[in-house]
């Protein structure tokens, strides 16, 4: 049984912590522990000294927003050993640096990046979109073109969890009331729970993210929610989804954000152009459109303000995205 973490818990149990000793100078003292930014998956909190601050993160057995659905452990595992293949070749200015890591307590220990916003605001200014897009896409093709280990985590565990919630559970009918979340969402949703041969290609698309066929290092989750914006620089965090696979699966949720931030598919184009080098353009597209199509009529619900037609425009631009 490993030692829980949270808000409450005594800083003198904190500071206890071998992996947190290592990371204080004799005599230094934990003075707060408060919530960093709105983890959905993990307890990450912000811990502070008269010296210092740092970051400590620690996974459950469950989501952490959700704590109905079960999640791996080792999710933690998959973070760090993200954060040591980038390190190989010096260090990424735009990820936090690694202050330590605890396998048996699930908790790793990053620098603080500082008070920091994540870039959900791009859903309410897409004018961000230009300020943002050229060091994204240089830093999704750094990560894809690192060399990561032959032991790298295949996380299989979490990439099934993701599954369900990305190629499967929005494309059926399941007790989640798209209603609830505005009236006539489920009305919309109907063609894509209906069609045969939509799914046909979203199950292939799907397969092809549960292999381990992959030989590319992805993140796994890059969306607003996962880049913070601070003093003026960009920052890419919570990497616990990442596995060995294809780099169109970044490029096509970052892409997919985008288009729901701006109403425009153009910005599928504009990331190529940035990204500039080889990639299958259809194989992006189709995931964007997966991407736009769960995030309106899943569960995995966004900050996104739109009026119901809103919402049709940008169904009809994933059906497109996904059948071209």
Same mark, same amino acid.
Not at 78 to 97: C, H, I, M, N, V
Not at 233 to 242: A, C, G, Q, R
Not at 317 to 320: D, K, L, N, P, Q
């Given at each position: 049984m490993f030692t829980y973490i949270d808000k409450n818990t005594s800083f003198a149990?904190? =500071?206890?912590?071998?992996?947190?000793?290592?990371? #204080? !100078?004799e005599g230094e003292n934990i003075l707060s522990a408060e919530i960093a930014g709105e983890g959905n998956?993990?307890?990450? #909190?912000?811990?502070?000294?008269?010296?210092? +601050?740092f970051i400590l993160k620690q996974s459950r057995p469950f989501v952490q927003k959700y704590q109905d659905i079960n999640a791996p452990l080792e999710r933690i595992h998959? &973070? *760090? +050993?993200? %954060? !040591?293949?980038? !390190?190989? /070749? /010096?260090?990424? =200015? %735009? #990820? @936090?640096?690694v202050l330590g890591y605890d396998p048996e307590n699930y908790i790793l220990l990053l620098s603080d990046l500082g008070a920091a916003a994540d870039c959900t605001s791009v859903y309410k200014d897409s004018s961000e979109i230009k300020q943002?897009? +050229? !060091?994204?896409?240089? %830093?999704?093709?750094? $990560?894809?073109?690192? =060399?990561? @280990?032959a032991s790298f985590p295949k996380n299989q565990a979490l990439k099934t969890l993701n599954y369900q919630h990305i190629f499967a559970l929005p494309f059926i009918e399941n007790d989640f009331d798209l209603n609830q979340i505005q009236e006539g969402l489920a009305e919309l949703a109907k063609p894509f729970k209906h069609n045969p041969s939509l799914q046909n290609t979203i199950d292939q698309i799907g397969? #092809? %993210?549960l292999s381990d066929s992959g030989d590319t290092l992805i993140h796994g989750d890059y969306y607003p929610g996962s880049w913070l914006a601070v003093n003026q620089?960009? *920052?890419? $965090?919570? @990497? =616990?989804? +990442?596995f060995k696979g294809f780099a169109e699966f970044d490029l096509g949720v970052m892409g997919a954000h985008f288009i729901m931030a701006s109403s425009s598919a153009e910005d599928l184009s504009t990331i190529l152009t940035h990204y500039n080098a080889p990639i299958d353009e259809q194989l992006l597209r189709k995931i964007a459109g997966i991407e736009i199509s769960r995030r309106l009529i899943g569960l995995a619900q966004l900050p996104l303000e739109r009026t119901l037609q809103e919402k049709k425009e940008l169904l009809d631009?994933?059906? &497109?995205l996904i059948t071209a």
């Open positions: 149990t904190i =500071e206890k912590l071998d992996v947190v000793q290592k990371v #204080l !100078s998956m993990n307890v990450v #909190l912000r811990i502070t000294t008269a010296r210092n +601050s998959t &973070e *760090y +050993s993200f %954060y !040591s293949a980038l !390190s190989q /070749g /010096g260090d990424r =200015e %735009y #990820l @936090p640096k943002l897009v +050229s !060091s994204l896409c240089a %830093y999704a093709k750094d $990560i894809h073109q690192t =060399e990561a @280990p397969k #092809l %993210y620089k960009t *920052y890419v $965090i919570d @990497p =616990e989804f +990442s631009i994933a059906y &497109e």
